[in-house]
C-alpha cells in the first residue's frame, strides 16, 4: 500500500460545483503540502500544514481551502470550480527538519 | 518572492549521450533538493545537497551545489532510456522553517 494515498485519482467536475481531494499518509510526518501542476509550470505550493492545528496559504491559495482533520489527512476543497482550476494534483508530506518529500500518485482534476 | 529558475525546459539526447540540468535561485539557499518525475508517475525524491559546493553522486548522476548556495546542476553520464522523465530541482530557504519552491523542470527524452 502506498505511503500517501490521494482520492479520487481522476475526477472531471463541472463549473460551480464543490469538490474535495483527499489525502492521507501512513508515514506519521507531521508536515502535509498540496500541490497544484500544470505543463510547463512546474509544482506550484497551494497550502501547508506543520501539524494539526496549522494552516498555511502558499503561493496560489486563492480558489482553495483545506482542512487537516488529524496528523495523517489534509483535504483540499474547491468551492466553486473553474476551468482553469483543471491540473494535477499532488499531495506530499515531510518530516520535520526539511526533509525528502514524500508524494502521492496525484489527483488529475477536469473541471468542464 | 524566491524563485527557482531551471534550464533547460526540455532536451532530447541519444542513449549514451551526457544531460545536465541547471538550476538557479534569486536568493541564498539553506538546501536544495532534486527529484525526478517518470511520465505519469509523481515525482520522487533524488537527493539533498546542503554545504556549500557540495557534490554528491549516484552512479550516473553527479549533483553539485554551488560555493554560493545560490546555483545548483545535475549531470547524468552515459544517459539510457530509463533516464526519461522530469527533472526538479527544489530550495528550501531556511533549513527546518520553510517550504520548497520547486523549478518548472527539466524533461529528459532518451532515444535508443
Known amino acids: 500500500d502506498a505511503d500517501v494515498t490521494q482520492t479520487p485519482r481522476n475526477r472531471i467536475t463541472k463549473t460551480g460545483k464543490r469538490i474535495m481531494l483527499e489525502c492521507s499518509q501512513t508515514?506519521?510526518?507531521?508536515?502535509m503540502y498540496w500541490y497544484r501542476q500544470d505543463p510547463g509550470l512546474g509544482l506550484r505550493l497551494i497550502y501547508y500544514?506543520?501539524?494539526?492545528?496549522?494552516?498555511n496559504k502558499g503561493e496560489i491559495s486563492d480558489g482553495y481551502s483545506v482542512s487537516r482533520q488529524a496528523q495523517a489527512k489534509f483535504s483540499l476543497s474547491l468551492e466553486s470550480a473553474i476551468p482553469n482550476q483543471t491540473a494535477l494534483y499532488f499531495c506530499?508530506?515531510?518530516?520535520?527538519?526539511?526533509?525528502?518529500?514524500?508524494f502521492g500518485q496525484g489527483t488529475r482534476l477536469t473541471v468542464v | 518572492g524566491q524563485q527557482v529558475m531551471q534550464i533547460p525546459q526540455y532536451q532530447h539526447v541519444q542513449e549514451g549521450e551526457d544531460f545536465t540540468t541547471y538550476c538557479n535561485s534569486s536568493?541564498?539557499?539553506?538546501?536544495i533538493q532534486w527529484y525526478k518525475q517518470r511520465p505519469g508517475g509523481h515525482p520522487v525524491f533524488l537527493i539533498q545537497?546542503?554545504?556549500?559546493?557540495e557534490v554528491k553522486k549516484q552512479k550516473r548522476l553527479t549533483f553539485q551545489f554551488g560555493e554560493a548556495k545560490k546555483n545548483s546542476s545535475l549531470h547524468i553520464t552515459a544517459t539510457q532510456t530509463t533516464d526519461v522523465g522530469t527533472y526538479f530541482c527544489?530550495?528550501?530557504?531556511?533549513?527546518?522553517?520553510?517550504?520548497?519552491?520547486f523549478g518548472k523542470g527539466t524533461m529528459l527524452l532518451v532515444s535508443p
Open positions: 506530499a508530506t515531510e518530516n520535520r527538519g526539511n526533509t525528502e518529500a514524500f
Open positions: 508515514k506519521g510526518h507531521d508536515r
Open positions: 500544514s506543520f501539524d494539526v492545528k496549522d494552516i
Open positions: 536568493t541564498t539557499l539553506s538546501n
Open positions: 545537497l546542503v554545504k556549500s559546493g
Open positions: 527544489a530550495g528550501s530557504l531556511n533549513s527546518g522553517y520553510s517550504t520548497l519552491t
